[in-house]
Structures are given as C-alpha cells and as structure tokens.
C-alpha cells in the first residue's frame, strides 16, 4: 500500500476539522453530480454513480446531500459543463503523481497544477508518463475493531475481493477490481459490517521509500494540491515508514 494511504490513515484517526470535512463533501458531491450527469441518476443502470454513492456513504455524507447531488446531476438545472481531467507529474525524488480533476475551466486548473508542482520541486509530465505505475481498484478499509478477522476475509472473498490485508496498522484492506468493488461493499454493508472508507482507487505498482525531508517536501505539495477545490483525487507512488508519520501527523 502507498505512503499515501497510511498518511490518510493517520490523518482520519486524528479527526478531521469540520471546514476539511466540508471539503470533502464538496467533492463527493462534485463526483456524484458528474456521474449523475453522464450516465442517469438511476445507481442500478449507472456504475460509476453507484461507486460515487457507495464512498459518499463510507464518508458519512447524509442520505439528503446525495439525494440532491444525483438530482442535480441528472436534471442538469445548474448550468455547469464539468470536465473530468486527469494529470501526470512528478514530485522531488521521482515520485510518480496522478491528480484527478473535475472542471468547468481546463486553462485555469492547468493553470493552478502547473505552479503547484513547480512550486514544490516537481514537474508536470506528458499523458501516459505515469499512469503506467497505477492500477485502478477498489479499496474498502474496515476498523480491526469492528469485526473478527476470519469473518471478514470469508466474506470479503466470497463476494469477490481480490486480497484481504493488515497493511493499514489500525485497519483491514480490502483489495477488488472496479468492477468487483460494488458487490463487496454490498456485502459488508448487507452484514452490518462498518467501513471506514470506500473507493475506487489508483494503487501504485511499486514505491519510493522516503526519508524524513523528502517526505515533508511531498506531502506538502500534495497537500496544496488537495486544498484546490477543482481536485477530487491525488495519487502517488511514495513509501514512508510508520514512524516518520506518525511524527509529521504529530506536527500537523
């Protein structure tokens, strides 16, 4: 699993803010609207509005907020003409960087990614310099304490999931492919099983251990690409131990 990832863990034990949960929501939101729009507002005819429902859920978005997202999205009233982008780059070091990006303006989000990995050592890179890296899957973690263990790999893998892992620390991992991800998360929902986060995801095929500057270097910049609200997802192939982030989760 990426640095990336266990950063996330660590930043959801710590608790988010409500401005940063707002932000998120914001995207979920961005990302239900979008699916709604090119695809129908039904879920059961709409594969990528079901994924976009289903880690709205994990989130803990109100059944309201997505009732309103899938209607907006399909009624198409709000006049917006969002555009799914996707960048490659790279952060200092090598490290491999993908940004996911839903806009109404292509030049100004270029724009704004462009100074970002500029400002933080790293550069923006042609279509296909990085996307080799990653594989597209479903990802689903689940508290240790939540459910026994070998209850959970019997269900994970009776409804289709590809691994069941501890690499999270405090969390399963639950691995599927795109396709798979709706029935397993149908499955654990179905056994009353909580999750902790739902997605599909990009994971890398391989890392880049980090040590303790370059990891503060990296995070940041994608931390600032985060806090740009035309980004819904950033993805890198870095490593960090779990003791080097535990320390900077500690500066936070």
Avoid at 6 to 26: E, L, M, Y
Avoid at 49 to 57: C, D, G, S
């Amino acid at each position: 699993m990426s640095g990336h990832s266990k950063w996330s863990t660590i930043k959801r034990k710590k608790g988010k803010t409500d401005a940063a949960r707002g932000k998120v929501f914001t995207k979920l939101i961005r990302e239900i609207t979008m699916a709604a729009r090119t695809g129908g507002g039904d879920p059961e005819a709409n594969a990528s509005l079901r994924t976009a429902i289903a880690t709205a859920k994990a989130a803990n978005m109100p059944a309201s907020n997505i009732d309103r997202a899938i209607k907006k999205g399909a009624g198409g009233q709000d006049g917006v003409n969002l555009e799914e982008i996707m960048y490659e780059g790279y952060a200092p070091g090598g490290v491999a960087v993908l940004v996911k990006t839903l806009s109404d303006n292509r030049n100004r989000i270029t724009s704004e990614i462009r100074h970002i990995f500029t400002k933080y050592g790293g550069s923006l890179a042609e279509v296909g310099a990085v996307a080799y890296l990653f594989e597209q899957k479903g990802l689903i973690t689940v508290d240790k304490n939540a459910v026994a263990e070998d209850k959970l790999f019997e269900l994970a893998l009776e409804a289709g999931a590809e691994d069941v892992s501890e690499e999270a620390g405090d969390a399963y991992e639950i691995v599927s492919t795109p396709r798979g991800f709706q029935a397993v998360s149908d499955a654990l929902a179905k056994a009353e099983i909580p999750v902790l986060s739902a997605e599909v995801t990009q994971l890398p095929a391989t890392l880049i251990p980090l040590d303790e500057d370059m990891a503060r270097r990296i995070l940041k910049l994608i931390d600032m690409l985060e806090d740009l609200d035309d980004v819904q997802k950033v993805y890198a192939n870095f490593d960090i131990s779990e003791d080097l982030l535990e320390k900077l989760s500690a500066e936070e």
